[in-house]
């Protein structure tokens, strides 16, 4: 491949920089030294013609729209189960729910092929394996953070929009425990000393999406 053509890959593996560059918002000097760092490649001035010459491809779809139209939130004390994938787990959960006084704002259970994922307060979690042998859990992550970006109905069919939002955490080398995608709500669970930095990221990309619209309007 060519330096261009791994240039390209590099962009289109990360679709924040996509953006960014077709917007004319990004330090190419910068980049390239970012490029040249998480690749091996060594021409800088040719990673710099390349960022120059780049182009989103034509079904680049723009999310700004409803990034403008969504707001997050942040909470804290967020405990991850993970339990082997057997129906009976996953009954005896929901039992234990049934029977608590349960803070259902942050209960969800997602049953996967290699096991079921239960998300609760860190308040409700000795409550929630109650009763489930020690050889059922695989683990359990305490004191985690989500962050909830609630957005318009429209992302339930807009190709790559949780991609963007897990694309610009990963950049900023924000680790992911868990992600949640649920008819208009994202969630990422994370590490609590992440949780400031991530609810940055996300607000100030939310803000820059707002004025951007309001500026297109204001042209039109």
Do not use: C, W
Not at 9 to 27: F, G, K, S
Request: charged share 25%; net charge neutral; hydrophobic share 40%.
């Amino acid at each position: 491949m060519s330096i261009s053509d791994d240039v390209r890959t590099y962009i289109e593996r990360n679709p924040h920089l996509m953006r960014a560059l077709n917007e004319d918002i990004v330090n190419y000097s910068a980049l390239a030294r970012k490029i040249m760092g998480d690749t091996g490649l060594e021409n800088f001035q040719a990673i710099v013609a390349a960022l120059k010459r780049y182009r989103a491809p034509a079904s680049e779809i723009d999310h700004s729209a409803i990034l403008a139209r969504s707001s997050v939130e942040m909470y804290t004390n967020i405990s991850v189960i993970i339990l082997k994938p057997k129906n009976e787990n996953v009954k005896m959960v929901l039992n234990n729910a049934d029977r608590s006084t349960l803070n259902y704002s942050r209960f969800r259970i997602i049953q996967g092929v290699q096991g079921a994922v239960v998300v609760v307060n860190d308040n409700d979690l000795e409550r929630m394996i109650r009763g489930i042998p020690k050889a059922e859990i695989i683990s359990i992550d305490r004191k985690l953070a989500e962050i909830v970006i609630t957005s318009p109905q429209t992302i339930t069919y807009t190709r790559g929009y949780v991609a963007h939002l897990s694309s610009l955490l990963a950049y900023h080398g924000i680790n992911v425990v868990q992600l949640v995608s649920f008819y208009t709500d994202v969630t990422f669970i994370l590490d609590e000393k992440d949780l400031t930095a991530s609810f940055r990221i996300i607000s100030d990309l939310i803000q820059r999406s707002a004025r951007q619209r309001g500026e297109n309007i204001d042209r039109m």
